[in-house]
């Protein structure tokens, strides 16, 4: 038996020193699982880099009020590492952890608008989660930073979930970064159909008439639905320039 076990931790005295190694070893006692959530909610009280490794460790609990209090501790971390070590309490077989865990990392990254914490952002916009990266790109957007316009092109065009790629293309319209355009225009030269459809939906989206030039190229695109969608977006863009090519684009369908 572990010297560790042998004598039940008083977790209160341990918070009330700040004994964090103290706390840390009282997380890990075998025999009482209700000692070992006592110490990592103390420890998640307290913003010492220290704990993010002792509550991860804690995420493999094999008691789930553990594990869920692990993540309620870490949750109140203000270090990113304690978001990155969080993100793995996604994939537990919990479904009620599951769902704290997401709670938890979309409260964080509201917090990220706070500065704001562009770089954290754009992290966060890479999670596993759909909702997380949703909630992620919907900040950015908010922010306004161009930093963030690379991510967000990547996002439009290559993004599973369908609300991730429309709220990309809106957060794109907010920053309004001019290079945002040339590469979306890039994208409408990928081999892969679904990115090029994409990014001329996106294009459509944001509006720009310089988008025009490109948009007018994938009318004669190898794929049908990219060429309707080139189409649909130079009617929403409205250059008068272009209404004899989307005429002449619609009768060749019809033909």
Do not use: T
Not at 43 to 56: M, Q
Not at 84 to 105: N, T
Not at 226 to 248: C, F, H, Q, T, Y
């Amino acid at each position: 038996m572990a010297l560790a076990d042998m004598v039940k931790p008083n977790v209160e005295k341990l918070k009330a020193g700040r004994d964090i190694e103290g706390l840390i070893r009282a997380s890990r006692y075998g025999k009482d699982p209700c000692v070992r959530s006592e110490a990592l909610l103390a420890l998640g009280d307290i913003f010492d880099g220290r704990v993010v490794g002792a509550l991860g460790g804690a995420l493999n609990d094999g008691d789930a009020r553990v594990r869920m209090d692990a993540v309620h501790a870490l949750g109140k971390v203000p270090d990113p590492r304690a978001m990155e070590v969080l993100s793995g309490a996604l994939k537990d077989g919990d479904p009620a952890i599951r769902s704290l865990a997401q709670k938890m990392l979309i409260s964080h990254v509201h917090s990220l608008k706070v500065g704001p914490d562009v770089d954290g952002l754009v992290r966060a916009a890479s999670s596993d989660d759909p909702y997380i990266r949703l909630n992620a790109v919907s900040a950015l957007g908010e922010v306004g930073d161009e930093r963030a316009s690379e991510a967000l092109v990547s996002l439009c065009v290559r993004d599973p979930y369908y609300p991730v790629r429309f709220e990309a293309a809106e957060s794109l319209r907010k920053v309004n970064d001019k290079r945002a355009v040339d590469m979306l225009a890039e994208a409408l030269l990928d081999k892969d159909p679904a990115i090029r459809l994409r990014a001329a939906e996106a294009l459509g989206k944001a509006g720009d008439r310089r988008a025009v030039g490109a948009l007018s190229a994938a009318l004669n695109d190898d794929d049908e639905a990219v060429r309707n969608e080139a189409m649909a977006s130079l009617g929403k863009i409205g250059d008068p320039r272009v209404m004899n090519m989307i005429v002449a684009a619609m009768k060749h369908k019809k033909s």
